[in-house]
T-cell receptor
Framework: LAKTTQPISMDSYEGQEVNITCSHN???????ITWYQQFPSQGPRFIIQ???TKVTNEVASLFIPADRKSSTLSLPRVSLSDTAVYYC??????FGAGTRLTVKP | DADVTQTPRNRITKTGKRIMLECSQT?????MYWYRQDPGLGLRLIYY???????NKGEISDGYSVSRQAQAKFSLSLESAIPNQTALYFC??????????????FGDGTRLSIL
């Protein structure tokens, strides 16, 4: 399987916008990109999904360029409760290793 | 997700033992998955099933087997456990309409330690 790559960790402060990018060079034509959030002792939880361009919901936005070789999860105005590990999933098999986001006061 | 239940939540066992992890769901989804999670490696797919008669190997199926007893139940077995199978195991489900990329719903995991 081709790799799905994302940064290991990121730090931010309350109220800031956070962007986490995932690289997926060998994405297949029918693959969607899905982002999940995981807290300790819990399973990953769905945040947002997209195929191309931009998708927005009540908690996040997802930006996917025309070549679809990367995707960026954008969390507006983060709070302490957004401290978690964020995973991108390409298709249904290729999870990234996760980005640990720490939000500081 | 409370609709995806994994049992047991924690298990400690010895090398060479046979172990079964169970997953049941009340979401009515056709598709079910088993993953293992290791620090720094994220989630890796072990097996997946798109319906009761369908079983497929994932990225890391060696040393594992599965059984899809019904639409709602998907079990993962370690026939002869070894210490490097110590990990956090997750079951997930997804709907089957449209395409294979419907969002997955995860259980809260089984923490397995093999001594």
């Amino acid at each position: 399987l081709a790799k799905t790559t994302q940064p290991i960790s990121m730090d931010s402060y309350e109220g800031q916008e956070v962007n986490i990018t995932c690289s997926h060079n060998n994405i297949a034509t029918n693959d969607y990109i899905t982002w999940y959030q995981q807290f300790p002792s819990q399973g990953p939880r769905f945040i947002i999904q997209g195929y191309k361009t931009k998708v927005t919901n009540e908690v996040a936005s997802l930006f996917i360029p025309a070549d679809r070789k990367s995707s960026t999860l954008s969390l507006p105005r983060v709070s302490l409760s957004d401290t978690a590990v964020y995973y991108c999933l390409v298709g249904y098999m290729r999870f990234g290793a996760g980005t640990r986001l720490t939000v500081k006061p | 997700d409370a609709d995806v239940t994994q049992t047991p939540r924690n298990r400690i066992t010895k090398t060479g033992k046979r172990i079964m992890l169970e997953c049941s769901q009340t979401k009515g989804h056709d598709r079910m998955y088993w993953y293992r999670q290791d620090p720094g490696l994220g989630l890796r797919l072990i097996y997946y099933s798109f319906d009761v008669k369908d079983i497929n190997k994932g990225e890391i199926s060696d040393g594992y087997s599965v059984s899809r007893q019904a639409q709602a139940k998907f079990s993962l077995s370690l026939e002869s456990a070894i210490p490097n199978q110590t990990a956090l195991y997750f079951c997930a489900t997804s709907d089957s309409w449209a395409d294979s990329n419907q969002p997955q719903h995860f259980g809260d995991g089984t923490r397995l330690s093999i001594l």
